[in-house]
């Protein structure tokens, strides 16, 4: 009762509760559309389901084998997602999470080796024996601590020298790659730890979805329901009313952007023990497939609107896609086409959407 | 003295070699609603900017509720009492009408730092108590500013000084933009809060709102006060006004300053 309100002109009585179809909605019933389109094809091309148990392989109602592949795909990145959803949110952009990948899971990974492999000393070896066998947590702290410093570099760059976030974290995109090669020679770095091995490989090989899907609702929660996540919708929506409202607004973006650079550490965490090795050319691309789930999520680039519920959504009508083709057997070539028609449609839409709410 | 809510001595704000306020001595007394009539680049917004602590002022003294002050932000002006409602109007297209109001001072749940927990209830119901304290009609406080007209973002921006009992409101050029029945809807608020005895600073272009709306009105020129007219009391036209504004007429305490 306390939410009903009679403030309406000429007496109009409004529920307080009845939102507006979310734009959530429009993605989910695109990500059913995509689904009934490949089960479609698969039905006229191969003579199977896409989903959906066909042939009794697993006695389950869905084809369970599939469902992990197109979850699992997309939970490595999808973390990276997280971070990119706040920054885009905010109604910045960051390039840098693929590279910053790259490094932290070399550094991370030179924590996390083994001394004896099958008896031998191990070959890949980085450091001494002192340094090997550490328990897991040093890897962990070295990667979130890496993240954190290389996303509070792109904060304080973009929130004190003013460039814009594009700038600020090519820079970073470029500068961590260069650093990741540097690490090592670019030689691979190998054989971790078991402790660190199941991080990527627990749990059957799940580990890596439950710890996106963890932190995708921890996220969505800080968004949600916190000053923090209050304050980055503000800036991104209007900067100058945040800020003559008090918020702190450079102080907010160097924290946005180091928990982007955070998330990043993470999601090199579990790449690199999910492989079992690190590579100076891990994560390249994969802030662009962040930034393309977030779009197709729904995220608008201009800041200000959009949820993880979104980005979830986006990643997984990415995760279908990739093994939709697979599915299809049609070549990757087609894959990478099709992916960059529905990023631009997405923003087209968008942008549609956005017009169309202002002119109504 | 007591009864002097706002008063400005010598204030004084030069843009490099631009002086845009020159030794505006002002007071402004508790319940009292005065407008500020100008032409552009009289001095008005620059007035309101020194006093609200957007910008900050070349020389003098801003003395607010009996003491000397010197706002270095928006916020320390707002924590103070003082309640802006800017040209520019402030709020966040994308956020509802409690997060509005509440910007920058979420009521929180838990307090945890920058991830302090919100608590939406409270500042649902503080946001209805303020519109009706306020008289402002919005239909639905959980729309988005984005999908609101012109006269109702404007009342959002006014309500939130119903919100935080602010000792002072200053509104600048409040119906500009607005259509006739949404400038009524403002100046019906500015009423409500004429009768609630809060005190107000209106900077308005409008002769006809501003003779129906306050109690004086204070003519800036080229930088400098020119004229302090009691309409409620004295006979003024709105031609005197007008005067005063081009320049044709200067009140004898000011002729110093034309």
């Known amino acids: 009762m306390a939410d009903q309100t009679t403030h309406g002109v000429g007496g109009l009585t409004f529920d307080a509760r009845k939102r507006a179809w979310p734009n959530e909605m429009n993605v989910f019933i695109a990500l059913i559309v995509i689904i009934l389109i490949f089960e479609a094809l698969g039905a006229m091309m191969m003579g199977q389901s896409f989903l959906f148990d066909s042939n009794d392989r697993f006695g389950t109602i869905f084809n369970e084998a599939r469902l992990k ?92 020298t003013r460039i814009p976030p594009f700038i600020a974290t090519l820079g970073m995109m470029v500068a961590a790659r260069g650093a990741a090669k540097w690490w090592s020679k670019g030689n691979p770095i190998s054989f971790p730890t078991d402790q660190f091995a199941s991080i990527g490989n627990g749990m059957n090989g799940w580990a890596p979805v439950l710890i996106f899907v963890g932190l995708a609702v921890l996220f969505h929660l800080i968004l949600k329901h916190t000053v923090y996540g209050k304050h980055t919708y503000a800036i991104g929506s209007n900067e100058d009313a945040a800020r003559m409202s008090g918020i702190k607004v450079a102080r907010h973006k160097v924290l946005v952007y180091t928990i982007a650079g955070m998330l990043a550490g993470l999601s090199a965490i579990v790449l690199a023990s999910k492989n079992l090795t690190a590579q100076a050319g891990m994560g390249v691309m994969y802030e662009l497939d962040a930034i393309a789930m977030t779009v ?12 993880l519920i979104g980005t979830v959504l986006g990643a997984l009508i990415f995760g279908v896609i990739i093994s939709g083709f697979t599915f299809l057997r049609l070549d990757a070539y087609y894959q990478e086409m099709v992916k960059g028609f529905i990023i631009v449609a997405a923003v087209v839409l968008d942008q549609w959407r956005q017009r169309r709410a202002i002119t109504r | 003295m007591s009864d002097i809510i706002l008063e400005t001595r010598d204030l004084t704000k030069h843009y490099g070699g631009v002086h845009a306020l020159q030794g505006a001595n002002f007071i402004l007394r508790k319940g009292e609603h005065v407008a500020i009539m100008g032409d552009n680049g ?123 009992h602010s000792k002072l409101t200053i509104m600048d050029e409040p119906t500009a933009a ?31 709102q501003v003779f129906d709306l306050v109690d004086r009105v204070v003519v800036f020129r080229r930088g400098r006060i020119c004229a302090n007219l009691d309409i409620k009391n004295q006979e003024f036209s709105g031609e005197d006004v007008v005067a005063y504004i081009t320049g044709a007429k200067t009140q004898p305490e000011y002729e110093d300053a034309a």
């Open chain 1, 296 to 307: 197709i999520g729904g995220i608008s680039l201009a800041g200000g609107r959009g949820s």
């Open chain 2, 42 to 164: 009289a001095g008005k917004s620059t007035f309101v900017r020194q006093i609200t602590g957007v910008e900050q002022r070349t020389r003098g003294e801003v003395i607010f509720d009996g003491k000397p002050v010197h706002f270095e932000s928006p916020m320390d002006a707002r924590e103070a009492g003082i309640e802006t409602v800017f040209q520019t109007l402030a709020l966040a297209d994308e956020l509802d009408v409690p997060d509005n109001l509440f910007l920058g001072r979420e009521l929180v749940r838990f307090n945890l730092g920058p991830f302090s927990i919100l608590d939406y209830k409270a500042m649902r119901e503080r946001t209805m108590q303020a519109l009706e304290k306020t008289g402002v009609k919005i239909p639905n406080i959980r729309n988005t500013i984005r999908n609101m007209s012109g006269g109702q973002r404007q009342c959002v921006a006014i309500a939130r000084t119903a919100t935080f």
């Open chain 2, 178 to 208: 607005l259509g006739v029945q949404e400038t009524a809807q403002v100046e019906n608020i500015v009423r409500t809060l004429k009768a609630a005895g809060e005190p107000l600073i209106l900077i308005s272009h409008n002769m006809r």
């Open chain 1, 69 to 160: 592949i197109i979850i699992l795909q997309v939970a490595i990145i999808g973390i990276i997602a997280i971070g990119s959803t706040q920054v885009i949110i905010s109604g910045g952009i960051d390039l840098s999470p693929g590279s910053i990948v790259g490094l932290t899971a070399m550094v991370a990974m030179s924590f996390a080796q083994t001394a004896l492999v099958n008896g031998n000393p191990n070959p890949k070896a980085i450091f001494s024996e002192t340094w090997m066998d550490l328990p897991v947590i040093i890897p962990i702290l070295v990667a979130l601590i890496i993240g954190m410093l290389a996303g509070m570099t792109n904060g304080l760059l973009i929130a004190y």
